[in-house]
């Protein structure tokens, strides 16, 4: 399993980083509609939907939906006025999602039988993440097509870190359960772990004198998104528990499917964009 894991981080770590960085800013947002789409795919089992019709006109209605988001255009004065809001929201889901893992499986009486309460938390955990990817990667794009895709990576290397680093301080020193309900493996001396890493490599980044924000904002926004991106961890676990899946899906080798891989970014993207973009 661990093999697997790692020879398909070797093919999707440079993958990733050529999308970022050499994809034009119109194609990756293609991209990332399409990868949302695939996420609203697996979706569908948390709504108990096995029909592929329907699986099929969900995960369409998902890709038009962002579509319209993004095509939208610009001159519409409401359009950055939707995206902040929309991720303004996502901080109220975060809070709830908090709750909600924090409370399984008695939290599950509110939601587990209710699909609308379900829809709104497919809406909540993708349309704020693609919001939040379109606004990083769209910083200073005129003048320098790179210098967003720095920022995305940026958050893209602090939620591996913390996964990272929980996963080897959890097989070290681990004893202590830190969601047992939800997620049996994750241990609180790895959750502390994974936090160490990824602040000193927050520290480190800032540090490097790229990114332009005071380090008080930089560093409340980083610590936040390393935090959530964990709970977005927790809450899809939560989600697949209550589904009686293990994998959101079997795409790719090792990691299981599109949500098992973005699970924590669809927390710390749009966290870490709201508070860097919008609390100047």
Not at 53 to 64: N, P, R
Not at 70 to 87: E, G, H, Q
Not at 171 to 189: C, H, N
Request: aromatic letters at 16%; charged letters at 10%.
């Amino acid at each position: 399993m661990l093999i697997h894991r790692i020879l398909a981080a070797l093919v999707l770590i440079p993958l990733v980083i050529i999308i970022l960085f050499f994809a034009p800013l119109s194609v990756f947002s293609c991209i990332i509609i399409l990868v949302c789409g695939l996420a609203a795919w697996e979706w569908t089992q948390f709504l108990h939907i096995d029909q592929k019709q329907s699986k099929l006109i969900f995960t369409l209605f998902a890709i038009v939906l962002l579509s319209v988001l993004y095509f939208m255009p610009d001159s519409l004065t409401f359009k950055a006025s939707l995206y902040k809001v929309i991720l303004y929201l996502s901080i109220i889901w975060w809070l709830v999602a908090l709750c909600l893992v924090a409370t399984y499986p008695k939290s599950t009486q509110y939601w587990s039988d209710c699909n609308v309460i379900k829809l709104l938390f497919a809406f909540f955990t993708l349309v704020p993440f693609f919001i939040g990817m379109i606004q990083l990667r769209s910083i200073n794009y005129v003048f320098n097509s790179y210098h967003g895709a720095i920022w995305l990576l940026y958050v893209f290397v602090l939620v591996w870190a913390t996964d990272t680093g929980a996963y080897f301080a959890g097989r070290t020193f681990g004893k202590r359960k830190l969601a047992a309900k939800v997620s049996p493996g994750k241990t609180i001396e790895g959750f502390i772990g994974g936090v160490v890493l990824s602040t000193i490599i927050c520290v480190i980044a800032y540090f490097s004198f790229f990114f332009k924000i005071s380090f008080s904002l930089f560093l409340i926004s980083s610590l936040c998104a390393i935090l959530v991106s964990v709970l977005g961890d927790l809450t899809e676990s939560m989600f697949k528990r209550e589904a009686g899946i293990k994998d959101s899906g079997h795409l790719i080798p090792g990691h299981g499917g599109i949500l098992d891989r973005i699970d924590s970014l669809t927390a710390a993207v749009p966290v870490f964009a709201t508070l860097s973009l919008y609390l100047l």
